[in-house]
């Protein structure tokens, strides 16, 4: 099993930063794949920015050139760094990594308590 803690979350106003961390421990593997969801209140959850086995990051649209996912597997840590941050960014930002490898989806794999971001006008 792999238990996964976020943290970082706050309040930011409008056009500020912020920077989330996820400290994962158990059976963690450091070539997982790994991934940020977002879900705000009366939304459906939607990924936010994933990174494969190999390293490479992809983003929704609606975060890109915005957000930055990045993960120290020395520290078993993931992150994301979140700039340029919008109301409408305002969610409780959960980590996740799948099972053997695998991506994590809504409803599979080892997934955090969550964090919650609030982004003001």
């Known amino acids: 099993q792999v238990q996964l803690v976020e943290s970082g979350g706050g309040s930011v106003q409008a056009g500020g930063s912020l920077r989330l961390s996820c400290s994962a421990s158990?059976?963690?593997?450091?070539?997982?794949?790994m991934a940020w969801f977002r879900q705000a209140p009366g939304k459906e959850r939607e990924r936010v920015a994933v990174i494969d086995s190999a390293g490479s990051p992809n983003y929704a649209d609606s975060v890109k050139g915005r957000f930055t996912i990045s993960k120290d597997n020395a520290k078993n840590t993931l992150y994301l760094q979140m700039n340029s941050l919008k109301p409408d960014d305002t969610a409780v930002y959960y980590c996740?990594?799948?099972?053997?490898?695998?991506?994590?989806?809504?409803?599979?794999?080892?997934w955090g308590q969550g964090t919650q971001v609030t982004v003001s006008s």
């Open positions: 996740a990594t799948g099972y053997s490898g695998l991506c994590p989806r809504v409803g599979s794999g080892f």
């Open positions: 158990g059976n963690t593997y450091s070539r997982s794949c």
